[in-house]
């Protein structure tokens, strides 16, 4: 299993120097956000290859596929014709002279540690003794096609309403954004909390309790929910939003 392991953090650490040499091109680091998606992939791929592959570490392989691929696909298309996303902008002034050592190690070493981190239960299932499809398998599958659902409609109904020039500078309370204000990370977290379910009959599978643990930590406490919202701190329209509406399990709306 160690070697399974660090042969991944060896493809994760030349990956994303690659991205960071993209970055540095294209002065604009957000390409990391393209890159996350895909490198769930890229590895997936190489541990397809590397190991003899059982029907359930197969289902792992093609549910991380379509969701790192859909994506990618997603962040790209939004971002292709904007400037550099504001988080990203802000650390570019911020670092100033250290700028281009900082982003290498803080976001894209770091971001391929936290990678490792998430993805281990499938690199554990790969190396593992092969598990029957069974009740946690319908239960994981069910789970992730619900998480999909909500992030992939959730983007879908957020990129229609910002290509509205009418809805300019406004807040969307629409859709799945009515029950929840990040309906998308909701879908995140509930996908990788299904990876995990799926993988609880390997041997051992316990301990990677850590990866749904982890993107559940950072998109609640850390680099998701807290640094959007700081963006609109002090903006009435959002503060009546975030009265009414759920963080982020989707729930009926508050009473004013």
Not at 18 to 33: L, T
Not at 74 to 90: P, V
Not at 118 to 130: C, Q, R
Request: proline content about 4%; glycine content about 4%; overall charge positive.
């Amino acid at each position: 299993m160690l070697t399974a392991f660090i042969h991944c953090f060896i493809i994760i650490v030349v990956y994303a120097s690659i991205w960071f040499a993209i970055s540095v091109y294209k002065k604009r680091n957000d390409v990391a956000d393209i890159a996350w998606g895909l490198g769930y992939v890229m590895l997936c791929v190489y541990l397809f290859i590397r190991y003899p592959a059982s029907a359930v570490s197969v289902l792992l392989y093609i549910l991380i596929s379509v969701w790192g691929l859909r994506l990618s696909l997603h962040i790209y298309t939004r971002n292709k014709s904007k400037s550099e996303d504001f988080r990203y902008k802000a650390w570019r002034n911020e670092w100033g002279k250290f700028f281009y050592l900082r982003s290498y190690l803080q976001v894209f070493l770091l971001q391929g540690a936290f990678l490792l981190i998430i993805i281990s239960p499938v690199i554990h299932a790969a190396i593992a003794e092969p598990s029957q499809w069974n009740i946690f398998t319908w239960i994981g599958l069910c789970c992730w096609v619900t998480g999909f659902y909500f992030q992939a409609l959730a983007d879908w109904q957020l990129a229609v309403f910002k290509s509205d020039k009418n809805n300019k500078g406004l807040i969307i309370q629409t859709g799945l954004w009515k029950y929840s204000r990040h309906p998308n990370y909701f879908g995140e977290i509930l996908m990788w909390w299904s990876m995990f379910i799926i993988t609880i009959p390997f041997a051992n599978s316990l301990y990677f309790i850590v990866s749904p643990l982890t993107i559940t930590l950072l998109l609640v406490f850390v680099s998701g929910i807290p640094m959007l919202e700081k963006k609109y701190k002090a903006n009435p329209a959002f503060e009546d939003y975030k009265n009414r509406t759920s963080t982020l399990i989707p729930m009926p709306p508050r009473k004013k």
